[in-house]
């Protein structure tokens, strides 16, 4: 984890990403420099625009407040009231925006600051043609290949294209008959039929599908709009050649790789798109998640004071975990200190990031003569033995007040027992 946006309070707050709020961020799309990051700010009706160098959130468009008109009428950013952005791409100074809220997809123009509708009439349907004319119904996942704009139409569980170049509204894959008709059967165009799809992306040569109510990823091809089923199908967790997604939601293609939003398994996926074969990412440096505004917002435990010998002596960290559950062998257990008074230098390797630890977990640290405190961040990902997808996290700050005398202890325990998980 290189950096970490937000507070993790809903709310509308720009400034510095420490105090920054959001609420229910979606889609993002970031600039051709790297320098600038839009977000699709969902429940607060909401573009906001994240400056990676300067480290602070603004808003692009929305009051935060949802537009009262229907369909929400056109203007100059900021000032104009949107409804449930839920995906944006960017080409240059066009940012496109899925508005689930009102059937459409909107374009605003960074550079002169006008956002207005691309296609949709605002009528929730399924008529294609003309794009001022055409009914979308929630369009909530976008992507670009040329002057072609995919995006995932959910309610109506199709993926339609707005084609840029000639201002058309089509149908890609899926029903074009109601908003009723729906399953999970490959083809090309109208033969074929989707759930509920909710992400798309665009890369190796097709535009990828998440289908989100078959758990499945489904591949179009381009050139002939054929879609077909690449991997998943049964809800669940499952790596490797055979995989399981439990509602996949959110797409992105990188480095040759796609990366799968596993939402209802609370993890993001790394799909190679040769073999179809998964994996499950690990996050590093968990622990930036922390809140960034008031402070830390785990458990805070103080143990009782303890007497030690000055010099080495050994840390010994002991979880135990609830009964029935596991560490999670996919998410590191990772161990921080903070040191009161300069009494303990915590040495080489005391700080680690460690999947599937074994407690008590042991590190080394030299204490000096004096008095003062010794804490332990430590951030610990466990699991449900019987349901390996059910993951909690427990954030847990244990502060041990030492004094050192001649003949004290050779060791500081920090001790933690997880509570049982409430069901």
């Not at 906001?48 to 369909?71: C, I, K, N």
């Not at 050139?223 to 690449?230: L, P």
């Not at 008031?294 to 805070?300: A, C, F, Q, S």
Request: hydrophobic share 40%; charged share 20%; glycine share 14%.
């Amino acid at each position: 984890v290189i950096d970490v946006a937000g507070n993790g309070r809903p709310g509308l707050e720009d400034g510095g990403f420490g105090g920054a709020s959001f609420d229910q961020p979606q889609g993002m799309a970031l600039s051709d420099d790297g320098a600038t990051l839009y977000v699709a700010d969902t429940a607060n009706h909401a573009i906001r625009s994240l400056d990676l160098d300067r480290r602070t959130v603004g808003t692009a468009l929305g009051t935060g407040f949802q537009a009262t008109t229907y369909p929400p009428n056109p203007g100059t950013a900021p000032g104009v009231s949107i409804s449930s952005p839920w995906d944006v791409a960017l080409d240059g100074d066009s940012l496109f925006i899925a508005m689930a809220g009102s059937h459409q997809v909107w374009l605003l123009d960074l550079a002169g600051g006008l956002a207005a509708p691309l296609s949709g009439s605002g009528r929730e349907g399924v008529l294609n043609g003309p794009s001022y004319g055409a009914e979308l119904a929630q369009p909530s996942g976008l992507a670009l290949l040329g002057d072609r704009l995919y995006f995932t139409d959910s309610e109506s569980s199709s993926i339609r294209v707005v084609d840029l170049a000639t201002d058309r509204t089509d149908l890609v894959a899926g029903s074009d008959r109601d908003l009723f008709t729906f399953g999970d059967r490959d083809g090309i165009g109208n033969e074929a039929l989707l759930q509920h799809p909710l992400g798309v992306a665009v890369g190796g040569g097709a535009v990828w599908v998440a289908d989100t109510y078959n758990n499945k990823l489904k591949r179009i091809d381009p050139a002939t709009n054929e879609i077909s089923s690449f991997s998943g199908g049964e809800a669940g967790w499952a790596d490797g050649g055979d995989p399981r997604y439990y509602e996949p939601g959110g797409l992105d293609f990188a480095g040759g790789r796609l990366y799968v939003a596993d939402t209802n398994n609370h993890a993001v996926r790394v799909v190679d798109p040769a073999t179809g074969a998964a994996e499950t990412l690990v996050l590093y440096g968990i622990e930036r998640f922390e809140d960034q505004g008031d402070g830390y917002r785990g458990v805070e435990v103080t143990l009782d004071p303890v007497t030690v010998a000055p010099g080495e002596v050994t840390l010994v960290v002991d979880v135990a975990l609830p009964p029935g559950h596991k560490t999670n062998d996919l998410a590191p257990f990772s161990m921080d200190w903070i040191v009161s008074d300069e009494i303990a230098l915590p040495g080489a390797g005391s700080t680690r990031e460690i999947l599937a630890p074994e407690f008590p977990v042991e590190a080394a640290a030299e204490v000096r003569r004096g008095s003062g405190t010794l804490t332990a961040d430590l951030t610990v990902y466990y699991c449900s033995d019987d349901a390996e997808a059910l993951c909690l996290i427990e954030q847990v700050r244990i502060t041990v007040p030492l004094e050192t005398a001649d003949g004290g202890a050779d060791q500081i325990r920090f001790t933690y027992e997880i509570p049982t998980p409430e069901a």
